[in-house]
């Protein structure tokens, strides 16, 4: 592995709803950072790094005050990033 590209990435997301960045290390150990305002979110989010063994830092801010945009929006972000990793 040694050889091995190192498959990481950040992605910056922002909408009129939510401001979002995401940092992804996809040969990570599973340390995981994740501010999101929703504790079941960030409890989710880490628990997917943890046992995926990524490394993955997530801040994520509502400008609306809807959890469903926030959640929607976060979910797209780390997906971009895991892509782009």
């Not at 995401?22 to 409890?43: A, E, M, P, R």
């Not at 976060?74 to 997906?79: L, M, R």
Request: a positive charge.
């Amino acid at each position: 592995m040694k050889n091995m590209k190192p498959r990481k990435s950040s992605v910056n997301r922002s909408t009129k709803e939510t401001t979002v960045s995401v940092s992804v290390n996809l040969d990570g150990t599973g340390k995981t950072t994740v501010q999101t305002g929703i504790s079941f979110l960030d409890h989710l989010i880490t628990a997917f790094g943890k046992h995926g063994m990524m490394d993955l830092k997530v801040n994520a801010k509502s400008n609306d005050k809807i959890e469903h945009h926030l959640i929607e929006d976060t979910a797209i972000t780390i997906g971009l990033a895991i892509d782009k990793a």
